[in-house]
Nanobody, 128 residues
Framework: QVQLVESGGGLVQAGDSLTLSCAASGRTFSTHSFAWFRQTPGKERVFVAAINWNAGRTSYADSVKGRFTIAHDNEKKTVYLQMNSLKPEDTGVYYC?????????????????????WGQGTQVTVSS
């Protein structure tokens, strides 16, 4: 079992920056990748960014490339999402997800179904 707790969401203006954190606990030694997904009312969760810290790889949605950075602190067991130059379309509930498995992964999972543990979400609202 892995527990994920997100924090850092809030209300900001367009152009501002915000950093989300996801603290992991439990079976973290079997966690290969972490990801952030965003969800807005009535829509499915969409991929934002992911990191396979074992393989040293990251991946970003086209809409956030150059503005968002995902990072992992293994000692603190925390994943961060640094969000710069925020836009109103970045608004949504941001969920942290973990890919926990005893099998090695050398790629970065991008799909919802590839992550088996989820946090409760944190709201990010960007006003224009």
């Amino acid at each position: 079992q892995v527990q994920l707790v997100e924090s850092g969401g809030g209300l900001v203006q367009a152009g501002d920056s915000l950093t989300l954190s996801c603290a992991a606990s439990g079976r973290t030694f079997s966690t290969h990748s972490f990801a952030w997904f965003r969800q807005t009312p009535g829509k499915e969760r969409v991929f934002v960014a992911a990191i396979n810290w074992n393989a040293g790889r990251t991946s970003y949605a086209d809409s956030v490339k150059g503005r968002f950075t995902i990072a992992h602190d293994n000692e603190k067991k925390t994943v961060y999402l640094q969000m710069n130059s925020l836009k109103p379309e970045d608004t949504g509930v941001y969920y942290c997800a973990a890919d926990v498995s005893d099998s090695y992964r050398n790629y970065v999972p991008l799909e919802l179904h590839e992550y088996n543990y989820w946090g409760q979400g944190t709201q990010v609202t960007v006003s224009s």
